[in-house]
Structure formats: structure tokens, C-alpha cells
């Protein structure tokens, strides 16, 4: 069975700052993909973006950065430079090969920036 | 814009009533998911469509049916509802290409309070 844990319920910060939302998963797959949504306060489930187990590449798009380790099971996401318009829930989501392909969704990280 | 429609976006009605919400996946996605969000239940997956037929089924209620149509839009019949009913469906859509990882793309969500 799959588990996708973000730990941190709520984080607070002020506008500039750096932020990063921790993902944990667990799987005894070996081929499985990784996603990270963002879920603003109207209500939408925004894909961010997908990884699958074989890159371990770190991705950078913007002030949004994705570290993988395959060794820590982790799947992390920062922001630089917090804005605002970032307060959303984030959440994190598991994939594993050869099973239903149904994502499995960790219970989400509610993201507050202050101005 | 994630290419997925849902309507209603808001619907309040009564406990014991029936309602049906709509769904119209991205364009050339054959398969359409429903997930309930509740504050204390996080996101539950409830049942899948791939093509018109059921293909996965997750945590719904004996109450709640779906269905796709031939065109491919997908209905979530919700009966006989309880006040525990009240939360955000999601429907989402994707191409179910398994050898991609099968990113999900939701829609808007359809705000349900039941009083």
C-alpha cells in the first residue's frame, strides 16, 4: 500500500520569505510518479507539477523549486520569495505503477503568507 | 484553466434531497474522476469512469452513483442527502496514459451544502 504524509498542517510566514513543504511517501514500488496541486482559497486544484521515480533531477520553474530524494522518500517543494498570491493548500500525490493509477493525496500543507 | 467544466458551482438544498452534478472532462480525456473534499476527510477519491464503463471505485457512499456518457461527460447522482454530505466534489479528467504517470487535471469543483 501507498502513504503520502505531509507532516506540516499550517505555516505561517511573511511576504519574501522562503518556504518549504515537505513531502513524505511510501511505496515498495520501484516505479512511481509524484505530483504536487495547489488549492488557492476559491477552491481549484491547480497541477503543478509531475515527476516519476527514475528523475531525480531537482526541477526549478520561477520562485518554485522541487527537491526529490529517492533515499529519503521525499518529495519537497520551496518557494522563494513568498508572495500572497501563494497562500493556497498544497498538496502532494503518489502514483505507483501496475496498481490502479488512482492518485494517492497527502492531507495537504495550508500555506499562509502575510504582507 | 485546467480544461475540465463542472456545474453547479454552488448548490444548497435540503436534507433527503437528490442532486446531480456535472461534469465535461479536457478534450481527448477518456477518463473522469470524482473526489469528495470534506474538512475532516481531506480529499477521498469516490469512483472513476474510463470510457463509459466504471473502472475503479473508491470511498462512495451506496447513496452516490455516477455514470459517463457516451460523449464522455460524467454525472455524480447524489441521494437521500445528509448534512455530512455538505462538501466540494471534484470531478477530474485524464488521458489515462499509464506509461506517463496519468496526471489528473481537476475541474473547478461543485460547493454542495445540505441544510
Known amino acids: 500500500a501507498q502513504k503520502v504524509t505531509q507532516a506540516q498542517t499550517e505555516i505561517s510566514v511573511v511576504e519574501k520569505e522562503d518556504v518549504t513543504l515537505d513531502c513524505v511517501y511510501e511505496t515498495r514500488d520501484t516505479t512511481y510518479y509524484l505530483f504536487w496541486y495547489k488549492q488557492p482559497p476559491s477552491g481549484e486544484l491547480v497541477f503543478l507539477i509531475r515527476r516519476n521515480s527514475f528523475d531525480e533531477q531537482n526541477e526549478i520553474s520561477g520562485r518554485y523549486s522541487w527537491n526529490f530524494q529517492k533515499s529519503t522518500s521525499s518529495f519537497n517543494f520551496t518557494i522563494t520569495a513568498s508572495q500572497v498570491v501563494d497562500s493556497a493548500v498544497y498538496f502532494c500525490?503518489?502514483?505507483?505503477?501496475?496498481?490502479?493509477?488512482?492518485?494517492?493525496f497527502g492531507r495537504g500543507t495550508s500555506l499562509i503568507v502575510h504582507p | 484553466d485546467s480544461g475540465v467544466t463542472q456545474t453547479p458551482k454552488h448548490l444548497i438544498t435540503a436534507t433527503g434531497q437528490r442532486v446531480t452534478l456535472r461534469c465535461s472532462p479536457r478534450?481527448?480525456?477518456?477518463?473522469v474522476y470524482w473526489y469528495q473534499q470534506s474538512l475532516d476527510q481531506g480529499l477521498q477519491f469516490l469512483i472513476q469512469y474510463y470510457n463509459g464503463e466504471e473502472r475503479a471505485k473508491g470511498n462512495i457512499l451506496e447513496r452516490f452513483s455516477a455514470q459517463q456518457f457516451p460523449d464522455l461527460h460524467s454525472e455524480l447522482n447524489l441521494s437521500s442527502l445528509e448534512l455530512g454530505d455538505s462538501a466540494l466534489y471534484f470531478c477530474a479528467s485524464s488521458v489515462d496514459r499509464r506509461d506517463s504517470g496519468n496526471t489528473i487535471y481537476f475541474g473547478e469543483g461543485s460547493w454542495l451544502t445540505v441544510v
Open positions: 500525490a503518489l502514483i505507483v505503477s501496475g496498481g490502479s493509477y488512482i492518485p494517492t
Open positions: 478534450s481527448g480525456d477518456l477518463s
